[in-house]
């Protein structure tokens, strides 16, 4: 683990407990585009243990933010195959 | 060399099998965690951030004192006479609501209905814009005898949402005001019975007949015995050709700031 991905990952966890939902996401997409970050799921699986609560307007799903990693992580696999800077 | 390119693709391929079982495994998982409504992390979760939060509000507080000591005497003096001016103020307000209170609580006593509340006080950890959730996180939990339904009111009188989740010293609040959570009120002066739909950030909308008599302004209420206030109605819209009218409300508690919050641990009914 290099020390920026160390770095991001303690952001990532302030991030949870005390910044805006969208910087957490915006974080997350750093560390993605930086590195691997598979650990995003983890993040995103503490978001929803603390916070998660099943909405009506959600479809009763309260693991959003594990979801919204998931898809990210997804996105950043497809993109960084895709990309020369990435190879 | 087309053995070696046939042997990476075949790797490449075993790879990419392994990350699509891992998905749909997790993916499984999580679909079963939400399905059962369980969340095995949350205990766990909740006691780590609540060490976390803690340590932030005492350290704030530690810090706020710090500062006083490098403020000039002159700013110290005036915000000392502005907010002793603040407090002659509130006290005129407290004196008449405390006498209205004791005549509301007399004439249950007169009708035989007398409830006793026991609030406990709270400290909020996390405020609604930290999640997508619309969610509060306090200080208080299963220790504190909280539980799944107790009603949290902020600023004294006024209610905003019920404790969804406890732990063991923490909780969950979930807003009336959050999207798609519907609740039983009473609207104006006539009580007039309605369900109203969150909307997010302490705003509801609900729907009513075109010829119920309802103004801006007028106090809604919860459907409970006790009148602590819901909201107040900001808009009414309709249309003399529509059979309904729609009316927009909001609490005016701003809870993006609130720091205190009050939970009503039980309420009995004596009759």
């Given at each position: 683990?290099?020390?920026?991905?160390?770095?991001?990952?303690?952001?990532?966890?302030?991030?949870?407990?005390?910044?805006?939902?969208?910087?957490?996401?915006?974080?997350?997409?750093?560390?993605?585009?930086?590195?691997?970050?598979?650990?995003?799921?983890?993040?995103?699986?503490?978001?929803?243990?603390?916070?998660?609560?099943?909405?009506?307007?959600?479809?009763?799903?309260?693991?959003?933010?594990?979801?919204?990693?998931?898809?990210?992580?997804?996105?950043?696999?497809?993109?960084?195959?895709k990309m020369i800077f990435y190879n | 060399m087309k053995t070696i390119l046939r042997a990476q693709r075949k790797r490449a391929r075993k790879s990419t099998l392994q990350k699509a079982l891992f998905a749909i495994l997790f993916l499984g998982i999580i679909g079963l965690f939400n399905v059962f409504q369980i969340n095995p992390f949350s205990g766990v979760s909740h006691s780590v951030a609540a060490v976390?939060?803690?340590?932030?509000?005492?350290?704030?507080?530690?810090?706020?004192?710090?500062?006083?000591?490098?403020?000039?005497?002159?700013?110290?003096?005036?915000?000392?006479?502005?907010?002793?001016?603040?407090?002659?103020?509130?006290?005129?307000?407290?004196?008449?609501e405390r006498a209205l209170r004791q005549e509301n609580e007399e004439l249950k006593g007169m009708l035989g209905r007398d409830i006793e509340e026991s609030t406990i006080l709270g400290s909020v950890l996390s405020r609604p814009d930290t999640s997508l959730y619309d969610t509060l996180i306090i200080d208080v939990g299963a220790e504190d005898n909280v539980h799944v339904g107790d009603q949290v009111v902020a600023l004294g009188d006024f209610v905003i949402g019920f404790v969804s989740k406890v732990f063991r010293n923490t909780s969950q609040v979930t807003f009336y005001s959050s999207p798609g959570v519907k609740t039983n009120i009473f609207i104006g002066e006539e009580n007039i019975p309605a369900t109203a739909e969150g909307r997010g950030a302490n705003n509801f909308v609900v729907q009513v007949p075109r010829d119920v008599e309802v103004e801006e302004n007028d106090i809604v209420t919860l459907a409970h015995f006790d009148t602590q206030v819901f909201a107040v109605v900001d808009t009414v819209i309709g249309d003399s050709a529509d059979a309904f009218k729609t009316l927009l409300f909001s609490n005016p508690v701003n809870v993006f700031n609130i720091k205190w919050v009050q939970v009503i641990t039980s309420a009995e009914l004596t009759l």
């Open positions: 683990m290099t020390p920026s991905r160390i770095s991001i990952n303690i952001l990532l966890f302030i991030s949870v407990l005390y910044f805006p939902w969208w910087l957490t996401i915006l974080i997350g997409i750093l560390l993605l585009s930086l590195h691997n970050g598979v650990e995003l799921l983890f993040w995103g699986l503490f978001a929803d243990a603390l916070f998660g609560v099943p909405l009506e307007s959600f479809y009763g799903v309260q693991y959003l933010f594990t979801l919204l990693f998931f898809i990210l992580i997804v996105l950043a696999v497809y993109v960084k195959q | 976390i939060w803690q340590a932030k509000e005492g350290t704030q507080r530690e810090l706020n004192d710090f500062y006083q000591l490098f403020r000039s005497k002159q700013s110290l003096v005036e915000e000392n006479r502005r907010l002793e001016q603040r407090l002659v103020d509130q006290e005129y307000l407290w004196i008449s």
